[in-house]
Structure formats: C-alpha cells, structure tokens
C-alpha cells in the first residue's frame, strides 16, 4: 500500500487528453512540492515534471501538473503511441521523514 | 549532461553484505541532495534512503534502517550504500538519483540478488 495512492492503470486513443490522479495527505503533497517520473518499459525513470508543475527541457508541452490541497494530477494531451510507459508521483512526507512515491499508472495508447 | 552510474551489485547470500557506489558527473554533485531508490522486478519505485548535500544528515525507509547506510564523497563524486544483513525482499534493481529541483538526475540501476 502506498503512501501516495495513483490508479494503477489509464488508457487513451492517440490524439485524446488522458490525466492521471495522485492523492495525498498534509504530511506529504499538502505541504511539499509534487514530482512526476515517466518510466518507458526496459529502462530507468525520467523527470517529467518537477515543483507541481514545471517542465525541464526536452519534455513537450503536452504534458502538464497540478496540484490542489493534497493531490495532484498529471494531464497528457495528444496522446502518442510512444506515452505508453509507466507514470509514477513522488513528494517528500514529513510524518515519514522520506521521500513517498505513489504505487505508479501503467498508461496504455489504445 | 548529467550522467550517474551505478556499479557494485551482484548475488550475494541473505545475512551478506554489498557496497553501491554512484559515480556522479555532468552537475555540481556537493549542490545536491541524493537518494538511493529501488525497484523489484515487475513493481514499483520505492525510496530506500536519503542524505543531505552535507552528508550528515540522513532518512531511510523504515524496512533498512540498521542494515543500510548512505554516505557521499564529495571530493570524489560518488555516492554510496552500505548494504548489511541482506535479505531475499531487498533483491531489486538500486538507482541512485535526484528525486528534487529541476535536475533530471536517475542512473541505469544495479542489480542486486539476495539467495542462497
């Protein structure tokens, strides 16, 4: 069970707008900032959006973070073939003195 | 580029130990806090241990605390984890990484296996 609680799956046509939820508490993403890691399938995760909702480089705009009270939530629009991966929610929880990652979202592109 | 690379896993029988390191390049590794995550084979992402850019402060998940010590040489770049009375639920593949700011910062991970 984890601390931050995600579906464990979502789907999506190429070209729909899918989100993906992450529900917290006030020890962790009511009062820390809120991190997303994409995972493609054989390989390490990678940083999609960090501080609730900023981007690095490189990641397209189709991907975008909120945050409100104590979840959070990862929006992909123009949903491509090559999203398909694992999307995993990440914050520090104060009440655990550690870093809490949600159980992760296996996104299928129908 | 950031570029952090693992190395030091292996088989090792339950009640052995291991040490991880972490070779850090591309970033101004003493910036940044670090962390030592794991992932057994077909599951999720679990946090293993933390510790601050100074190197003294340090959390751990609650399942190693006592086994397993996190340590960094700043002068060299390297992170590293002691691994102390292995047990066959802390088989899974160790990445080191950045989990905060804006640093994209996660190795290809290190196999470890606990069997006998």
């Known amino acids: 069970q984890s601390v931050l609680t995600q579906p464990p799956s979502a789907s999506g046509t190429p070209g729909q707008r899918v989100t993906i939820s992450c529900s917290g508490s006030s020890s962790n993403i009511g009062r820390h900032y809120v991190y997303w890691y994409q995972q493609l399938p054989g390989t390490a995760p990678k940083l999609l959006i960090y501080r609730d909702n900023q981007r690095p480089s490189g990641v397209p705009d189709r991907f975008s973070g909120s945050k409100s009270g104590t979840s959070a939530s990862l929006a992909i629009s123009g949903l491509r073939s090559e999203d398909e991966a694992d999307y995993y929610c990440g914050a520090w929880d104060d009440s655990l003195s550690g870093w809490v990652f949600g159980g992760g979202t296996k996104l299928t592109v129908l | 580029q950031v570029q952090l690379v693992e190395s030091g896993g292996g088989v090792v029988q339950p009640g052995g130990s291991l040490r991880l390191s972490c070779a850090a390049s591309g970033f101004t590794f003493r910036s940044h806090g670090m962390h030592w995550v794991r992932q057994a084979a077909g599951k999720g992402l679990e946090w293993v241990a933390f510790?601050?850019?100074?190197?003294?402060?340090?959390y751990y998940v609650d399942s190693v605390k006592g086994r397993f010590t996190i340590s960094r040489d700043n002068s060299k770049n390297t992170l590293f984890l002691q691994m102390n009375s292995l047990r066959a639920e802390d088989t899974a593949l160790y990445y080191c990484a950045i989990l905060s700011g804006s640093v994209d910062g996660w190795g290809q991970g290190t196999l470890v296996t606990v069997s006998s």
């Open positions: 510790i601050r850019l100074d190197g003294i402060t340090k």
